[in-house]
Each structure stands twice: as structure tokens, then as C-alpha cells.
């Protein structure tokens, strides 16, 4: 079925929409990582912090299927709630969510789950 992720991005007050990864769930970690170090000197930033991801992504997925971007109506709020955003895992890697003020993230539903984030 794939090795699907959903990644959201958040800061104080904006939730990014959904980066849909189809098959590339157990390189999400490092992705962020990279991504981390991109935006340095804008921290909290959801909306920028996910373009810049898509940007990372997209550089490793060639073609145009796999990777994905949906509207969603999680509020900050709902990213702290654990049985919301494992309702929302597409399963395989889960549903990872990323603070945007330090980057550090939390999966759900998945076996990013178990993966220290610095969220834990």
C-alpha cells in the first residue's frame, strides 16, 4: 500500500496543510533535519516551513506521483491532541507533527511513533 506519511507544520497560531508523502515515510526524520537547517533565521513560520519542505521532497521524488498537499481544519489546538492526530494518520509512517519554533516533532498512528523527534 505504500509507506505513507502526513506531515503538519505549526506555530503559535497557524496550522500548515498536509504534505502527503505516499512512499518516502521513513525518510521524513532526515528530511526534516535538512529542513530544520534551511530555515534557520525563520523559525515559527508553519506556511513557510511546509513550502520548504515540499522544496526538499520534491528533490528526492521524481515524477509526479507520491507526493501530495491537502487542505485539512486541524486548529494548534488539535495538534496537541493525541487521539485527533491518530485519527488522522494515513497509517504506515503516521501522521508527524513539527513545532515550528524549534522544529523538533511528534509522530501518531504510525511507526514514526516510536522515533525520538525531540518532542518526547
Given at each position: 500500500m505504500g509507506n505513507r506519511a502526513c506531515?503538519?507544520?505549526f506555530d503559535d497560531t497557524n496550522?500548515?496543510?498536509?504534505?502527503y508523502l505516499h512512499w518516502h515515510g521513513d525518510a521524513v526524520p532526515e528530511w526534516l533535519n535538512q529542513l530544520?537547517?534551511?530555515?534557520?533565521?525563520?523559525y515559527s513560520d508553519a506556511s513557510y516551513a511546509a513550502a520548504?519542505?515540499?522544496?526538499?521532497?520534491?528533490?528526492?521524488?521524481?515524477?509526479?506521483l507520491s507526493?501530495?498537499?491537502s487542505s485539512n481544519t486541524l486548529s494548534v489546538a488539535d495538534v496537541h491532541r493525541q487521539?485527533?492526530?491518530?485519527?488522522a494518520s494515513p497509517g504506515n509512517a503516521g501522521i508527524v507533527v513539527v513545532n515550528t519554533s524549534d522544529f523538533?516533532?511528534?509522530?501518531?498512528?504510525?511507526?514514526?511513533?516510536?522515533?525520538?523527534?525531540?518532542?518526547q
Open positions: 506531515v503538519v507544520f496550522v500548515s496543510p498536509t504534505v530544520k537547517a534551511r530555515m534557520t533565521g525563520r520548504r519542505f515540499v522544496g526538499i521532497c520534491h528533490s528526492y521524488i521524481d515524477g509526479n507526493l501530495g498537499i487521539p485527533r492526530m491518530e485519527m523538533t516533532w511528534k509522530a501518531y498512528g504510525g511507526y514514526l511513533d516510536q522515533a525520538k523527534g525531540g518532542d
